[in-house]
C-alpha cells in the first residue's frame, strides 16, 4: 500500500481542521498580543487558543504586573505601540479611563510616561472580552512539560493535567537574573540578597534606615531605587557595576527618528562611525541625539541580521553596554528622582563583586575595583541583584525549557541571547531543523532578531507569528490510502 500525504486547502476540505489548536506558554505581553492577534485574525477558524499563565491577567508579566505605582513606563505612551493596526490604542485606554488626570504625574516635557499597571491594566481589558466570548482560554497553570506525540504536542501543567496542541508557541519570557556566585545561597534564603524580580515580596521586609547595594546600574537598578524611595526608604543606596553607567535620559519634545544606517559596512566598527557621524550632523541641525538612536532601534533588525556572526559578536563585546544606556532610557520621573538626592544619598560607581560575607549582621562586599580606586570593603544591611535576565543561560532556569533542551526541541542561541529559532520564530532543534509547529515568540529571539524589546517590535513579530499559524492551519494535511 502505497501513503501519500497531500495539502488541501480548508475551504475545499470537508473534515475539520485538524492542525488548529494552538497553546501559547506564557501570557505576558509577548503570549497575550499573540493570542489577541490570532483571535482577531483567524475569524474563529482555529479550533482553539489557549494560554498558559498562572497570573491573573493576561497582558502583564514581569514587566507590567507589579503593583508599586510608582514604576512607570521607560518610553512615552504615544511610543507604546501595542497593537498593530492601531497605533494609538493605548494612549486611547488612557484617556478612555481618566489617567491623564488622575495620574497628573505621569505628564513630563518628554511626553506621558505612564504607570506600568496601567498597561497591564489597558492588556487585561483588551483581552477580556474575546476570553469572556471563549475565542481564548486562560488556563491559570504553570507548564512542567510538553512532549512531541506523532503530529502533536503534550503539554502538561502543574495540576497534572495534559492538553493537547498543533502548534506551540513559547513566550515564558524573561529569566530570572543569575545569582552571582560570590553570594551564599544563605543570604539569599534570608533575604538579605534578593533577586530584583522578588523584590516585591520582600521590600516591605527592608527597614528605611538600612543601607542597601544594589547591583546593576541600568533600568532594573532604577526601578529598585524608585520602589525603595515609595517605601520611604532614608538610609543611603549604592548602586553598582562593571561599567558604572546609568541610563541616559530622554529629550524634551517630540521628534521623528533621524538617520538612514547603511548595511553595507556591516562590521561593529562601521556601525560605530556611522551613529558617531549620524550623532554630529543631527546635532549640528538642532535636533537631539536621541533622534539617532530611536533611528538605530528602528532599523536595528535589518542591521542586526545583516551582521556576520564574528561582527556581532563584537557588537556584543564592545558596544552592548553603550547601546543599552542610550537606547534604554529612564523616565523623567526617575531622572528627578536621582537629582534630588535629599536626605537619602544614592552613589554610583563602577566595580566587580569579588565576595559577600556576613559579619556581625552586616553584609561584607568586597568590592574589585578600577585601579587607584582602592578596594576597602563596603557594609550594606542588603543586597539586591539587579543585573538583568540571565539571557545566556534562558533553557536552565525552569523545568519545562530544560526539559525541551534535553529532549532536543531547544536549544540555545549560539551568541547566548535567549534560545536558538530561525527567521520566522521557528524553534531550531539540536540537529539543525526549523520546526514548523514550535514557535519562539518575544525578547527570548533576541540572538535571531537583535532588537525584540520593546512592545512595537514584539507586537510587529506577533503578528507576523499569528499570520503564518493562521496560514499553517488553513491547511489540513490528509494522508490518503492508495492500493496497489
Ligand atoms: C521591568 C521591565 C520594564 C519594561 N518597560 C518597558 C517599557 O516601558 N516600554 C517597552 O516598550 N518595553 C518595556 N519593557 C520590555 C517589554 O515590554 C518586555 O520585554 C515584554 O513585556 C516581554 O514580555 P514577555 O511576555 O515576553 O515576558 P514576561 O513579561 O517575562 O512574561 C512571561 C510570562 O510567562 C509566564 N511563564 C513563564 N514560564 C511559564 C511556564 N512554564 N508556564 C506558564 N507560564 C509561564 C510568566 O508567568 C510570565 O508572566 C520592559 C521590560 C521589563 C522587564
Redesign the pocket.
Known sequence: MLRITISIPQASRSCPARKGRIAI???????AITAYLLAQRSHENLASITV????ETLGA???YGSGDLDLR???AAHR?RAVPGVPTAFFKWLEDNSRLSTDPASITRGGTFSR?RDFGLFMNDLLKPLIEAGQIAHVRQ??TEVQRNRSSWSITRSDGRVDEADTLII????ASPKIPDQIPASLVRSRRCIPADRLDAAISEIAPAESVLVLGTG??AL?VVASLKTHGHTGPIHLMSRSGLLPRPHASGDFAPHGVFETTDATARGLLRQVRSLVAETERNGLPWQSVMDALRHQGQAIWTQLPEPEKKRVLRHLRRIYEVHRFRMPPQVEALLDKQGSSPIDVSRGRLERVRDVNGKLEVQVGRPMGQGNTPLEVDRLVIATGPDAANMLDY?T?LRSMRDSGHLVPNALGLGIACDAHCRAVSSAGVPQASLLIA??LTRGTFGEI???PE?AAQAAAIADMVIRQASVSTRTIAISG
Open positions: 506558554i506564557g501570557g505576558g505581553y509577548t503570549g498558559f499563565e498562572p497570573r508579566g514581569l514587566a513606563l521607560n518610553v507604546m506600568r504553570y507548564v513566550a515564558t519570557g524573561h533600568l532594573t526601578d525552569q519545562l518575544g525578547p524589546t520593546g512592545v514584539i
